[in-house]
Structures are given as C-alpha cells and as structure tokens.
C-alpha cells in the first residue's frame, strides 16, 4: 500500500515483508498498515468479536415437490412445506487499536472455520505486538 507514508522512526530498511493480513489490515513489523494510515506494532490491542444471524426459509426442493405434488396428492403434497433450511451466516469485527488511533474491519464470513482462522491470524498479530 505505497499510499500511506511510513511515520518517522518507522522507515524499514529493505523491501516490506508481510507478516500477517487480516482482510484490509497488514502487518509488516514494526508497523501496522490500514486504509486509514499506519499505526505502530509495538504495544497495539487487539480485539475479535463475531456476529452471527441465522436465516430459515423453505427448501427450494420441498417447495418444487409440493407444487408438483399438488396434482397427484394435494393435501399430503403440502407437507413438503414444513421443510425448513437453515443459513447461518455473519461478520467478525477485529479492532486494532494503539494510543488515540483505531480501526476496526468488519470481514463477512460464512462457517466456524473461517473464524477461527481469523482467530488464529489474530493471535498472531497479538504475540508480534508484545515483543
């Protein structure tokens, strides 16, 4: 992200390395790039939260047995009707904060283990802002 320039006492001494990219946050020791500008490694927070919502609607299969159904068997063909599919889906929000700056991502995700992997890229980003 050649966009943002580096603050002074952050100036690297060769090509940036990339140690952890979570969605648009980038983490290149010793800063932290955002779309919002750069903040320091050295003493950031890091907060995860994660929101799910949970969708139910008629299964697509159900409501084409039940109409075609209809005509053979009509009142037993509408039983197909109480089939319910469950789509859960939601956003994890990570915050990064140092000092007086904060920025917080929202990433959409789709199962557990898309979570957890964030988690786990989280985790990571918290030990390099301890050393």
């Avoid at 927070?45 to 139910?56: P, T």
């Avoid at 299964?59 to 063909?77: D, E, K, M, R």
């Avoid at 039983?79 to 929000?93: H, M, P």
Wanted: glycine fraction near 6%; include cysteine; charged fraction near 10%.
């Amino acid at each position: 992200m050649p966009g943002h320039p580096i603050p002074a006492g952050f100036a690297t001494a060769g090509p940036e390395v990339v140690a952890v990219q979570i969605a648009e946050i980038t983490v290149s020791p010793p800063i932290i790039r955002t779309p919002t500008g750069v903040l320091p490694l050295a003493g950031a927070s890091w907060h995860v939260a994660d929101y799910w919502q949970r969708d139910e609607k008629v299964a697509t299969w159900a409501l084409v047995c039940a109409i075609v159904g209809f005509f053979c068997l009509a009142f037993f063909s509408l039983l197909f009707l109480l089939v319910k599919e469950t789509r859960r889906y939601g956003t994890v929000q990570v915050t990064v904060t140092n000092g007086a700056q904060q920025y917080v991502a929202r990433i959409p995700v789709t199962d557990q283990a898309q979570v957890q992997h964030l988690n786990n890229q989280v985790n990571y980003a918290r030990s390099l802002s301890g050393r």
